[in-house]
C-alpha cells in the first residue's frame, strides 16, 4: 500500500502546478518584470544609438537598390528638420528592443510559469529559441524578398513620375512589411500556446483547413502593400506553410496527445 502511495504521490508531482500565487503577489511580480525589460531595452537603445546611421544605411538598403536599377536619384528626402532626429530615436529604440528580445522574452517567460506545470517548464529553452528563429525567418524573409518586390511593383508602375520618397514614409512601410512578416512567422508559437492550454486541438485544425486557407489569403491581401496577386501569394504561401508547421506543434503539445503518450509508454 505504501509502495502504491508513493508511486501515486511521484506520478502526481510532475503534474503539480507551482504554490498558487495572490493578486498582490502577481502585481509584484508583472512590475519587476516590466522594470528589468525596461532597463534592458534602455541598454540596447544606448548601444544602437551608437551605431544608428549604419543601422538605417542596412535599412533603406531595399529601396537604394530599387532605384539603382530603375535608374533614380539613390537617395531619400526628408520635409521637417527634426525628421532625422526622430528617425534615429524610432529606430535606435526598435533595433534596442530587438537586441534584447531574448532577455524579454525571459522575463515573458519568468512571469508566466508559475502558472504552468512542472513537467511543462520544460519548454522554455524551445520556446525562446524557435521564437527568436521564426522572428528573425520573417523578418529576413520580408528583408530579402517580400519588401524588394513589392518596392520593385511600386516604383514601377509609377515610372512616368519622379518619386520624392521622404525618409518617414519609407521608414513606415519597411518597418510594416519585415515587422509584419516576423509576426506573422509567430503563429507556430501562438499555437503552441493555445494548444498547450487545451484551447486549440489538432484536429480542430486540420478539420477546419479550407476555411484556414481563406482566412490567410485574406490576412496576405490586407497585409501587401501592391494589389497583385503574386505579392499576394508572396505572403500567403509561408502562411500556410506555418499553418502545417503548427498542425504539428498542437500534436505534440496537447494535452490529450500528452497523456496518450504517457499511457502508451506505462503499457
Request: glycine share 8%.
Amino acid at each position: 500500500m505504501s509502495e502504491f502511495a508513493a508511486a501515486g504521490a511521484s506520478g502526481s508531482s510532475e503534474k503539480d502546478p507551482m504554490p498558487t500565487m495572490g493578486f498582490l503577489d502577481h502585481l509584484e511580480e508583472l512590475r519587476k518584470r516590466i522594470v528589468y525589460s525596461i532597463i534592458a531595452v534602455g541598454v540596447g537603445f544606448g548601444v544602437c544609438w551608437w551605431k544608428v546611421e549604419r543601422i538605417y544605411d542596412f535599412m533603406q538598403r531595399p529601396i537604394i537598390d530599387v532605384l539603382h536599377n530603375h535608374h533614380l536619384p539613390e537617395h531619400l528626402g526628408y520635409l521637417n528638420p527634426t525628421d532625422p532626429f526622430n528617425l534615429y530615436l524610432k529606430v535606435a529604440a526598435l533595433s534596442g528592443l530587438f537586441l534584447t528580445s531574448p532577455f524579454v522574452l525571459y522575463q515573458v517567460w519568468m512571469f508566466i510559469s508559475p502558472g504552468l506545470y512542472r513537467n511543462e517548464k520544460k519548454y522554455v529553452i524551445p520556446f525562446m529559441v524557435s521564437t527568436i528563429f521564426l522572428f528573425l525567418s520573417g523578418g529576413y524573409f520580408g528583408y530579402r524578398i517580400v519588401y524588394p518586390r513589392a518596392l520593385g511593383f511600386l516604383i514601377d508602375v509609377g515610372k512616368q513620375f519622379q518619386p520624392m520618397i521622404t525618409i518617414g514614409e519609407y521608414t513606415n512601410l519597411f518597418l510594416s512589411i519585415v515587422l509584419g512578416m516576423g509576426l506573422i512567422f509567430e503563429m507556430p508559437i501562438l499555437v503552441f500556446f493555445l494548444a498547450l492550454m487545451g484551447i486549440m486541438s489538432p484536429e480542430f485544425m486540420v478539420k477546419n483547413f479550407r476555411y484556414s486557407i481563406l482566412v490567410i489569403f485574406i490576412i496576405a491581401a490586407i497585409v501587401t502593400p501592391t494589389p497583385d496577386i503574386v505579392n499576394m501569394c508572396v505572403f500567403a504561401a509561408p502562411m500556410v506553410v506555418l499553418y502545417g508547421l503548427s498542425i504539428g506543434v498542437a500534436y505534440l503539445v496537447h494535452p490529450k496527445r500528452r497523456e496518450a503518450r504517457k499511457e502508451k509508454q506505462a503499457q
